[in-house]
């Protein structure tokens, strides 16, 4: 059975870990294939391990990530736009999931 690498991107540490436990316990029930996943909390990093999953094979087959994401260092925010610009630029095939809590209120 193949295994899918999938990237979470968000800046909420807790968030990556509970993303991940979802999917690692969604995919041990054999309710999602087999996945090997990682964790970025910044676009920086997540872009980095981007490259580098390029470069060794296999690379990332799903990105998901949240809708903004700020740069502390760079006092800016970055939105889903930005970073699937971004993620694209390395990999235009790559699968991209935003997730959003926002309302129009």
Known sequence: MKTNNVL???NHPVTC???LQLLRDA?????LPRLNIDCAHNV???LYKIER?????PYFEVVLFHSQIPDLKKGKTYSSDDI???IRSINPEVRL?????LTDN
């Open 97 to 101: 999931i935003v997730q959003t809590g």
């Open 53 to 57: 999953s390029q470069k060794a094979k």
């Open 27 to 31: 995919s041990k029930t054999g309710k």
């Open 17 to 19: 870990l509970t993303y």
């Open 44 to 46: 920086k990093n997540a």
């Open 84 to 86: 699937a610009r971004l």
């Open 8 to 10: 979470i991107i968000d």
